[in-house]
């Protein structure tokens, strides 16, 4: 059949389109994107093989070659070959994930890997499920921490309820807001924490909230700890976290999404001591561990409490009258009803790289954040936002030349907040490097250089990403910021 | 570099696996497939390229060829392969799709897909959004409702609000159920309304229930309307329920998970008519049109209630200081972080297809499956459970011929109850086909027998299924049951 002829040109263009010489981003802004692609963006009439392949390929080439080193501007990039091998026949066999009779093996592997996973992060008797990511994943988290306080919040609701507060560090992800929304607790029932400059939750203020909110009657269903904050890449004191949750008896989550991967590595999973002490764990494999998007995983200490909170028994799915074992349907878990097979991919590149090769490439990506760290501390024009590391998150400022010694007040730090996005965009439309910039409490605008799977990232690479944020750096000048 | 090549081999490995002389399912009980498997699955030591090799081709042996037209167990199965091309190509190319610079040319496709879809579903001016699964869409519909009739509960949670209750066919999906209970609502909010025989929502029913829950200071905030139950196919009354909000001032939305891909033929569309005056849609491209798992939209009349409801402005993703049009960051109207470029694939179908192309497609379907209802009408030993066709869902009991010409009191339909299943596993064990069945209402189980994407589908194909059918059906014996 002609059209499945296609499936073979698939390989072969995108080989081409993100050949080595082929550019990072050839950045142009939307209007002119839409005029430059209209006739291959529109759709209504049918086109032939030829003519799609045409408009597939100027649509690649337009869009950012995210697996190249240079493309610093997210904190994933980079996919193991092995999980995209994964992917594509994972999409070839096109399953969803809710019972052991449509994926019998694929079921299987879910367990395999939920069960190898929870003892890496010491839950040996845990439970889990594969989420379409972190978001999900704190949705999850605090869903199942209110249900353990208030089972009858399921078919009650929450209006009868004492009234419900969370805690996180103000350096912590959003998502954390986005579902005290959805699940109708309101953004206002998140504490947040003062993180300290590097980062991390300021324990002493945690406890002096609980105490506040438990004398005013208030009811504290979960404390998020981070071991991995978005920008500075800050992991939380999990064990005094523990603590204290131990003490009040509050439910505690880690949010783990970028930071899980260091548990890959002997040496660097002593930063996360005490998330074996959590009751559950978000992790993304898709982030550093380089498996395709999306990966990621919720985890629980107690067995059987995923499903009691989620399960909806429908009866022409999950039937109890089928003649095998149902126990292998894990799909009344999910809050999802059809779910990716997202497991899959992962077990490909665990399978073939086995723990050990795990291990060696986030030893490998924590050896080049240090080795970025240590070269920007000491060249002249940058300076580091924090230190030491903590997840392989690089933050820093270039400072031009034209910027230094000078006294450093607001009107001057008002000019780095403009300088750091204008050397983005130089970078970007250059196509040098991708990399990401953000403001952090009291600071103004920096670099977030972070480091994912990249076997082939060498400490040349990296000497190069910062001479071209040097290069760019000193192309602005007051006029043209 | 080697495992570079390994991709080289999914093409090869997937046309071997699936090759048409491979059976659908060889079936092993979990157990003993978890002994064929054991080395096979176990990770931990690396293992070699051709090792890899080995393993991947055991697991797909004895995994599910869902793409065989006999796969006929879940509202999915036929992948159509420019979607398949799409997803690949989207897989290797790895995008995130929150923010124009990291998906230019992805977000203006998800932009074209939109609005293209918006329009053949009514909604010209409208928003929405690509969304992993009918069930989170779900979540969305019940968010935007809520957030529409109270929007202080972003910050405030539902706590102080009015008791807040939502209407669903009894027939519906479950994931109302499971978003009840997630957004704090309860299990209880849900009013399951009695639907007819034909599987429609009885809007007498719906009207009363209205009144009661208004006379008793509760506020009604959605009414869900079905276009395509996941049992029987059925479309409730779109018209009628629309009157209905309007009248009593309710957020309307359709769960078209299944039956929206009518909406792609001029002929069928009409079934769904009404839908234009809903608030909010759902649709699974991923079911009947073939687009790989998974395709799904969130579709919403009122433009800028998406973002209003669900934007956190993480400073880190959405700054306001960019050097392009920020407008064209689209990620923060949702739930989600990192998102997957679903749009991208259903491009791939589109522009080869077009509108014409999926005109026919859905036209073909329905023909099919009205022969396989009027072929099972008349055939002896099949008894329809309801007629005339909705959706594609072909819904029937095979009576063995030991049943027939008895009375048909409560024991003769528990009979019927087992005999169902045990055809199923027959049918499974023996690779022949794996079809849905399922109770509903007073009903004992039957069969689902749901038409997708299959072009190559004939009808002597259903002919074959339904032979496979009786055949089963005649092995059994009151006392292998």
Redesign the interface.
Known sequence: ?E??S??????K??KDE?APNVPL?E?????E??DI?KDD???????S?QQ?EE??RK??H??????KPTFK??L?GG????G??G???A??????QYT??????????EN??LN?ILKLFGFPDGDGIFS?????SM?YAI?AARFKAFPE???????N?P?MVMYSSESC???I??A??????????VRLIKSNQCGQMVIEELETALKNDINSNKVPIMVNGTAGT??LGAIDNLDKIADICAEYGVWMHVDACWGGSLMLSQKFRTKLKGIERANSISW?P?KMAGA???CSLFLLKERGLLHE??S?A???LF?Q?????VR?DTGDKS??????IDAFKL??I????????LNQMTDYIMELAEFCLETVALRPGFRLVSAPLQCPNVCFWYIPSFMRHQTEDEKWWGLM??IT??I??IL?TSSRM?V?????KEHK?FF?LAFTFHPKLKEKDIIEMLQAIEDCGEMITIENL
């Open positions: 059949m059209q499945e296609f499936l073979h040109r698939v390989l263009i995108v993100t981003i950045f142009r802004h939307p209007k994107l839409e692609l963006i529109s759709i209504s009439d049918p086109v093989d799609l408009s597939v649509v690649l337009y869009s950012v070659k995210t697996n501007n997210q994933y996919t193991d070959p092995y995209l091998a992917t594509w026949i999409e070839a066999f096109n399953t969803s052991y009779e449509v994926a019998p093996v694929f079921t299987l592997i395999k890997m190898h379409p990511g972190g978001s999900i949705l869903v919040v399921k078919s009650k609701g929450i209006r309820l009234e992800h959003y998502s807001m986005k005290a929304h959805w699940l109708g607790l309101g953004t206002e029932s978005t920008v993304n898709h395709p998007l999306q909170a989620n909806a429908a009866q022409y039937q009258d089928k003649f095998y074992d292998y809050i999802q009803c059809g779910r990716k077990w490909m665990w399978k073939a790289r086995g723990d050990i090769g907040h403009k996005p204008k983005k965009e970007m991708m990401a910039y953000s403001p952090h605008n977030r």
